[in-house]
């Protein structure tokens, strides 16, 4: 491997190559645009242009591209080349400021939940100069916000970035009134831990349902799964080893500050963990994590994995999105310090992350709702789709004071009693870990699990950001007016708490007891993504948004619809393969055993009367009406998927696919599930789990 701190973010056209290259004057103003806000002016823009250009040469780049975030979840690029001719038959390699600020992508055929009329091409991205410009595949890369003709925001960048500001504004007026003038800027800070699977090339590729979406439709248990705990944390095989040092290395050339690796619960699953950054910069890595992990997979001849549940019947990949607050002096405003009970500045943004997130569990739970996700909530293997937080006893029990008025006794630190004096004495944490929770406090940060591993973290950020900016905003109001400000802001925490610890829930989330309590407690259970999206267009959801500058009404609308029809689009494509596979692959696989049963009985009756047929008799019992059933069940699908039913709206098509197709498809698999077993492996249409989860050494 190369030396780290050189190889790190050698690809990246970052602080340190502008200070180094860039004119100072050009470098000053460059700055004040990157940390202020402030507009490039246009001579400048071309100087940063140029500069840029000639660092990308150097890197080996002949085309630029405008790198953005549609709703599509993934990454969009348009490439074009650095020449210029002159001359007639000689070129040169140019690059304007006009072309880094600006591009005009055709955006008719991205999601745009009826903003875009097809015909109405025109888009627009715009260079974000808060996240560098990297080389990727011998392209200068340009971090960029797209939008339409009209002004909307067409991707997940822009949104995350005006959330982004509006936290900033909120915890400004707040800092101020506890007397911090020195703090300019306040910034979300995010770490997204990836877990993926890594399965064989070869093997993926004889399975259709992983091929065209991304998760198996059918597939019995292996004798083998995870009951054992034996893969979690284990040994590194040597494939996954070297895919891990090879993604590493071409991470940490585009600055991404890829620290953890390790093998997580299920058979083949792993997980990657970044050190944190700023919400926005932290979103763009993500998406390039995600990216880079399936290409390095191919080199090794593996596929990556990132569908929330790949394989039924075993833990699903989740992306843990850990969140929280710093500003530009080096703070964590989430940190609790040695006397958290004394330090009033983090109770009160504690109480505002606590009632953002009683007041906006619908919120919350629609940032992370997709077809996948749906699998993985509420599965005993992640968070219920019922929104908590967990605090931790110690944080739990200064709470319960400051509402019943107790005074709050300061504790010591308490040291762990391991038993024997080899061991180093190790104070233990003021919290434990919840990972049931699906927002959990652990230290500084909050860890919101809920978020499925293919999802971008825009969303889940962007809604974090303004809904604790709201917050934030109604308190700074009060407390702006206030005569006395220490008893109003005691008085504040105080009734905060009182209102909102409904949302506080230390215990099993998985427990089947929780979901009745938190139904006495009036929280939601959105159990699916169509149960959850109506209340993104609530008026008060929609006011927060608008007052915020966050979202228009429009833009919330648009979100809400291209949701539901991701969802609806995403259960028909499974729906079809299912239909697919069982037609094509299963059902002809098990009519030929059959056959092959029936000459063998037939053989043996025909070479002696006495041989015993007990074998092939069982199994045709079996799979005959098994194999009935299935056939039915697959026409029933069908049908229901090929539907040419009128839909009133996108919800209404949307509950359908749920409530019709996607239940029809569960009874489908459990027939089909039942019959793979019964198959001889030779008559097997596709590689089973077993082959899936355990063929990577």
């Given at each position: ?39 490039l ?21 002949t ?6 975030q ?32 600006k ?18 091409a025109?888009?627009?991205?715009a ?5 560098d ?10 971090p ?19 959330s ?20 300019t ?7 997204p ?6 399965i ?16 198996t ?12 705990d ?18 590493n ?28 950054t700023?919400?926005?910069v932290a ?96 599965a ?27 005074p ?35 230290g ?50 105080q ?9 506080i ?5 998985y ?53 539901l029809e ?18 094509r ?47 039915q069940?697959?026409?029933d ?5 090929n ?18 197709v ?27 789990y077993?082959e ?6």
């Open positions: 491997m190369s030396n780290v701190p050189e190889l790190f973010g050698s690809m990246v056209f970052n602080d340190t190559v502008m200070k180094a290259r860039l004119p100072k004057s050009a470098y000053k103003a460059l700055k004040e645009t990157r940390e202020k806000g402030k507009a002016d246009p001579k400048v823009a071309d100087m940063v242009a140029n500069t840029m250009k000639e660092w990308a040469l150097e890197k080996g780049a085309h630029f591209t405008h790198w953005f549609p709703m599509t979840g993934i990454t969009a690029e348009k490439h074009d080349s650095f020449i210029y001719p002159v001359d007639g038959e000689q070129v040169i390699m140019e690059f304007s400021g006009k072309e880094l600020i591009g005009e992508p055709d955006a008719s055929s991205f999601p745009s939940g009826g903003l875009r009329a097809t015909f109405e025109r888009g627009y991205t260079w974000d100069p808060t996240s410009a990297f080389v990727k595949e011998k392209s200068l890369c340009i960029t916000a797209f939008y339409s003709y009209g002004g909307e925001a067409l991707d997940k960048k822009t949104p995350l970035l005006r982004m500001d509006a936290i900033n504004k909120q915890a400004l007026r707040i800092l101020k009134l506890f007397g911090n003038t020195q703090v800027h306040v910034t979300t800070t995010v770490g831990e990836q877990e993926y699977f890594l064989d090339k070869a093997l993926y590729e004889k399975r259709k349902d992983l091929l065209y979406t991304g998760r439709l059918l597939g019995a248990k292996p004798p083998k799964g995870q009951e054992l034996d893969h979690y944390f284990g040994a590194l095989k040597p494939r996954v080893a070297a895919f891990m040092a090879d993604l290395e071409e991470l940490w050339k585009l600055g991404i500050l890829a620290k953890t690796e390790h093998n997580e619960v299920a058979p083949a699953q792993h997980e990657l963990a970044p050190i944190f700023s919400s926005n979103t763009d890595h993500n998406q390039l994590v995600m990216e880079i992990m399936k290409k390095v997979a191919i080199r090794h001849g593996l596929t990556c994995l990132l569908h929330e549940k790949p394989f039924e019947g075993i833990n699903g990949n989740g992306k843990h999105n850990n969140w929280s607050m710093s500003t530009d002096q080096g703070e964590n405003l989430l940190e609790p310090g040695e006397t958290p009970s004394e330090n009033a500045q983090f109770l009160l943004f504690l109480s505002a992350v606590i009632e953002a997130v009683d007041k906006h569990q619908d919120l919350l739970r629609i940032s992370v709702a997709s077809a996948g996700n749906d699998h993985r909530l509420g005993n293997e992640a968070p219920p789709a019922i929104v908590s937080m967990f605090v931790g006893e110690d944080l739990e029990e200064i709470l319960n004071d400051i509402e019943s008025g107790t709050c006794v300061k504790k010591d630190r308490v040291f762990m009693e391991i038993g024997t004096d080899v061991l180093p004495k190790i104070s233990r944490d003021a919290t434990d870990r919840n990972r049931t929770s699906p927002f959990a406090f652990t500084n940060k909050f860890e919101f699990r809920m978020v499925g591993s293919a999802d971008s973290v825009a969303c889940p950020n962007m809604i974090l950001n303004t809904i604790i900016a709201d917050t934030l905003c109604s308190f700074a109001d009060r407390l702006e007016k206030a005569s006395d400000f220490k008893s109003e802001l005691n008085k504040l925490i009734e905060t708490i009182k209102k909102h610890k409904r949302i829930f230390n215990g099993n989330n427990a089947p007891e929780w979901i009745d309590e938190a139904k006495k407690r009036g929280l939601l259970n959105l159990r699916s993504t169509v149960d959850a999206l109506p209340y993104y267009t609530t008026p008060e959801n929609v006011s927060m948004f608008e007052k915020h500058g966050v979202l228009t009404k429009t833009e919330v609308y648009s979100r809400r619809d291209i949701q991701n969802y609806w689009k995403q259960i028909s494509i499974e729906a079809l393969s299912m239909v697919d596979m069982i037609r692959d299963l059902l002809p696989a098990a009519a030929s055993y059959m056959k092959d049963l029936c000459a063998t009985a037939n053989s043996k009756k025909q070479f002696s009367s006495d041989l015993s047929c007990g074998f092939e008799k069982g199994l045709l019992e079996k799979l005959a009406p098994l194999t009935t059933e299935l056939y069940k697959t026409e699908l069908s049908a229901a998927a539907t040419d039913r009128t839909f009133k709206d996108t919800l209404d098509e949307a509950e359908y696919f749920h409530n019709t996607f239940a029809l498809m569960e009874e489908t698999r459990t027939v089909a599930d039942q019959i793979e077993p019964l198959l001889g492996s030779a008559y097997l249409p596709y590689p089973t077993g899936l989860l355990f063929s990577v050494v």
